[in-house]
């Protein structure tokens, strides 16, 4: 197992299928994996430990190269996580890593289960609930069947992910002073519900009780996220990170870190969601950077770009194997690292603080992922133009040509880019976003 650096490692199987194992009647099902541990390329236990100083500093431009030309071993994903997504600050040292660790994620998240256990007993007890909780007059009614955890759950369909399933669930209007607590017992069935629909075809959700951390974890995010609470698909952002971190409390962590780079994506209004705003930049980025294409979409009736709601939604989970998800995922933080700007991922509609960015020496720079260095060489700070939404609008320019040709009304986007379920390369993915952004850098500087 792995700790925060200048641990010891066990031998590890290179077959990343020894780590994600998938259920034999599934293996069908699910799309082909496409990463392979390429030695050389792919950050392996040595060369993590080896960018550690004697006292745990960590050489992060040394990890970030690495990750970006060939991803992490599947041994070591957990904790390079935790930095690739804030967690750590790679300059602290090992004493104030565990320090921090035993502070945050293990007492502080505690604290927290131990408040939700108290307002709902099944909080921690390997059982989840499935059926709504019944509130009436300002009185939590008892549950009528708290749900033992049962593996025929896991042949329920998943419900698709879009603009009319993401709301968040409906708010129970109470005078009471309890209006959190029922707003928040309002929403734990419909995690109970996600939970037993999440990576289905994994032979580690065959263990009941992790199926019950998962909603756990959720069930504890939604009751300290005020602003967002709980939607549809954060149970799949969450699940990669339950199954690479032993300690439930970890896990949390690395989803609540998570939560700070996309929650603007799951808040809504009575008149939108957080993920059009993306939806919109893309938009942008495909009027400047292919305007025939745009018109040709504006022309079917997609110019909002709606047929891309799900994917940035959960970051291409629905068109990955979990596997090739998880190694889209890491290429894409380490592209777009910037330890300066972690705390603005805050709220992604607030203004960026562009003081936040580094100096523009050598140095700072190769501090940065490809992605962020080339924005902040710009000076363009947009934190909607995410690395993800430059993604999508490479998937686009990757199909431009069929989309030109084939497509004659919306049905078809949709069916041509259904193909990339399954297919998509990660590596030649991000290859193509930063063709993409190097592309709009350059037509919007020159206008």
């Excluded at 599934?26 to 390429?38: E, G, I, M």
């Excluded at 998800?325 to 562009?354: G, H, R, V």
């Excluded at 080339?374 to 000076?379: R, T």
């Excluded at 880019?417 to 190097?438: P, R, S």
Aim: proline share 4%; with cysteine.
């Amino acid at each position: 197992m792995v700790g925060l650096g200048g641990a010891c490692f066990e031998a590890a199987p290179e077959d990343v299928g020894d780590f994600f194992a998938i259920r034999p009647e599934h293996r069908a099902d699910v799309p082909k994996t496409q990463f392979k541990s390429r030695p050389g390329k792919t950050l392996s236990s040595r060369k993590w430990e080896s960018a550690f100083s004697q006292d745990g500093h960590l050489d992060m431009a040394k990890v970030l190269r690495r990750i970006q030309r060939g991803g992490i071993h599947p041994s070591i994903k957990g904790v390079v996580w935790e930095f690739l997504l804030g967690c750590y600050d790679p300059n602290s040292t090992f004493d104030e890593r565990n320090q921090l660790r035993q502070r945050r994620s293990r007492e502080q998240y505690e604290i927290w289960k131990s408040e939700c256990k108290n307002m709902e007993p099944t909080i921690g007890s390997g059982r989840i609930i499935t059926t709504p909780i019944i509130i009436e007059d300002g009185i939590t009614v008892e549950v009528p069947s708290t749900s033992y955890l049962n593996n025929e759950d896991l042949g329920t369909p998943t419900p698709d992910i879009s603009p009319r399933h993401c709301s968040r669930a409906k708010s129970i209007a109470f005078d009471s002073a309890d209006k959190k607590v029922h707003q928040w017992k309002a929403t734990l069935h419909q995690i109970g519900l996600d939970v037993v629909r999440t990576d289905r075809s994994l032979v580690f959700y065959l263990d009941e009780a992790n199926l019950a951390r998962l909603w756990d974890v959720l069930c504890i995010y939604a009751w300290i996220d005020n602003d967002i609470s709980y939607c549809q698909g954060m149970n799949d952002l969450c699940s990669p990170m339950l199954i690479l971190q032993e300690n439930e409390a970890d896990a949390f962590w690395c989803f609540e870190h998570f939560m700070r780079r996309m929650r603007g994506n799951f808040k809504t209004s009575a008149s939108s969601i957080g993920v059009q705003s993306q939806l919109s930049t893309l938009a942008e980025i495909i009027k400047v950077v292919d305007p025939k294409l745009h018109q040709h979409l504006e022309t079917l009736d997609g110019g909002e770009y709606l047929f891309a709601f799900r994917t940035l939604m959960v970051l291409f989970r629905r068109e990955l194997s979990f596997v090739d998800a998880m190694y889209l995922w890491e290429l894409m933080w380490a592209m777009e690292y910037n330890p300066n700007l972690f705390s603005q991922y805050e709220d992604q509609s607030a203004a960026t603080d562009k003081s936040a960015a580094p100096k523009g020496n050598d140095k700072c720079l190769k501090q940065l992922g490809k992605f962020e260095r080339k924005n902040v060489e710009s000076g363009s700070l947009d934190q909607q133009a995410a690395f993800s939404v430059f993604l999508m609008a490479g998937v686009l320019e990757a199909k431009n040509k069929r989309l030109l040709k084939e497509a004659e009304a919306l049905d078809d986007v949709v069916k041509i880019l259904n193909d990339i379920t399954g297919t998509l390369d990660a590596k030649k993915a991000c290859g193509e976003a930063l063709k993409v952004h190097k592309k709009y850098l350059s037509k919007t500087k020159k206008a």
